[in-house]
């Protein structure tokens, strides 16, 4: 069973940067593609970026041009750089491993919380 943890969150002012990390405890190439999700309290939980195991990518349009999703597959980590961080911003950020077979298989993190506030 692999296990994703994610760090690097806090509280940062708006315009202030965060680089997230999703450290995995197998390959992350062992996935068809991982992605960071987030859920604001009271909303649903939505797609940031993703990231496929070739090195596509795709983004949430309201973080395009701000976040960037990356991977090191040498140490089985998954990135996401936050830029010009908005108040909207502020969620609980979850790291997602996703494989398909004949039943597809979603792995999660726990977790970490992202405040933007002045």
């Known amino acids: 069973q692999v296990q994703l943890v994610e760090s690097g969150g806090g509280l940062v002012q708006p315009g202030g940067s965060l680089r997230l990390s999703c450290a995995a405890s197998?390959?992350?190439?062992?996935?068809?593609?991982m992605g960071w999700y987030r859920q604001a309290p009271g909303k649903e939980r939505e797609l940031v970026a993703a990231?496929?195991?070739?090195?596509?990518?795709n983004y949430k349009d309201s973080a395009k041009g701000r976040f960037t999703i990356s991977r090191d597959n040498a140490v089985d980590t998954v990135y996401l750089q936050m830029n010009n961080l908005k108040p909207e911003d502020t969620a609980v950020y979850l790291c997602?491993?996703?494989?398909?077979?004949?039943?597809?298989?979603?792995?999660w993190g726990k977790g970490t919380l992202v405040t933007v506030s002045s």
């Open positions: 997602n491993g996703h494989r398909r077979g004949l039943i597809d298989m979603n792995y």
């Open positions: 197998g390959r992350i190439d062992s996935f068809n593609d």
């Open positions: 990231i496929t195991r070739g090195g596509s990518t």
